[in-house]
């Protein structure tokens, strides 16, 4: 079992940049690949960025060159780095993982709410 806890949410003005974390706790060793999704009022949960075991990444189109996803394996966090946030941005911000070698299950952190206005 593997938990996750998200912070670094909150208000912030267009232009503006915050860092999300992520710290996992519990079988932290089986632990992969982890990522972010967001999800806006009325709108899909949508992923936002990935990264593997071995370091990986991947960012969607409408974040790429803005949000830098990384982890620090020593630390058991997971980090997404938002620079230059648009009013677009504003959603609720979930940290995810997989865990196992071939059999995977996914974890989810309970959310981090981030606010892009004036």
């Known amino acids: 079992q593997v938990q996750l806890v998200e912070s670094g949410g909150g208000l912030v003005q267009p232009g503006g940049s915050l860092r999300l974390s992520c710290v996992a706790s519990?079988?932290?060793?089986?632990?992969?690949?982890m990522g972010w999704y967001r999800q806006a009022p009325g709108k899909q949960r949508e992923l936002v960025a990935t990264?593997?075991?071995?370091?990986?990444?991947n960012v969607a189109d409408s974040v790429k060159g803005r949000f830098t996803i990384s982890r620090d394996n020593a630390k058991n966090v997971g980090y997404l780095q938002m620079n230059n946030l648009k009013p677009e941005d504003t959603a609720v911000y979930y940290c995810?993982?997989?865990?196992?070698?071939?059999?995977?299950?996914?974890?989810w952190g309970q959310g981090t709410q981030v606010t892009v206005s004036s």
């Open positions: 995810t993982c997989t865990t196992g070698l071939h059999t995977l299950h996914q974890y």
């Open positions: 519990g079988s932290i060793f089986s632990i992969n690949a």
């Open positions: 990264i593997t075991s071995g370091g990986s990444t």
